[in-house]
C-alpha cells in the first residue's frame, strides 16, 4: 500500500484528493459533494488517475509475480 500512497502523491493534486477519498471508500457522488465539484469531474479525474497509477504499478506487480 506504501506504493500505491507513494504514486498516488505523484498525481496532480485534484487526482490526488479525489483518489484518497475513494480508497476511504467514499462513492462519486460523495466526494463531488465534499469537493464541490461535478460528478462527471470526480469520474474524469478517476479514470485519468488509474490510466496512470496502472501504467507505473503494472511493470511493478508483474515483477512481484514472476519474482513468486
Do not use: C, W
Request: avoid cysteine; charge should be positive.
Amino acid at each position: 500500500f506504501n506504493l500505491l500512497y507513494a504514486e498516488i502523491r505523484d498525481l496532480p493534486e485534484s487526482a490526488q484528493n479525489i483518489m484518497l477519498l475513494a480508497l476511504k471508500g467514499m462513492k462519486n457522488r460523495e466526494i463531488a459533494e465534499k469537493l464541490n465539484i461535478s460528478e462527471n469531474t470526480v469520474k474524469t479525474h478517476k479514470k485519468i488517475a488509474y490510466a496512470k497509477l496502472k501504467k507505473k504499478l503494472n511493470p511493478i506487480i508483474n515483477g512481484l509475480i514472476l519474482a513468486l
